[in-house]
């Protein structure tokens, strides 16, 4: 959730193809998932979904490679191959 929600605040922030009303909105979902993640805990973990998602690790490792706010220790368990 961390990780999304950075990823929705470096969209608002950098990219120029979005409207002001738009980077509001991705503001506004960034900060959900933060106040989300923040009541879900530190030890929440996703349920293991049904199919392979590599397209999700090959996303989380793009934000972390391109990313100086996220941290992580709140990614890894993505990584993690299956």
Known sequence: MLALSGLFRQWAINENKFKP????????????????AQWAGEGWRASDPS??????????RWVLDRSCVIKLEHTK??????
Request: negative net charge; without cysteine; proline residues 3%.
């Open 21 to 36: 009303e738009q980077r509001t909105e991705l503001i506004a979902f960034s900060a959900d998932l933060e106040e989300l």
């Open 51 to 60: 199919l392979d998602a590599p397209f999700l690790r090959f996303l989380a």
């Open 77 to 82: 368990h993505w990584l993690v191959s299956r």
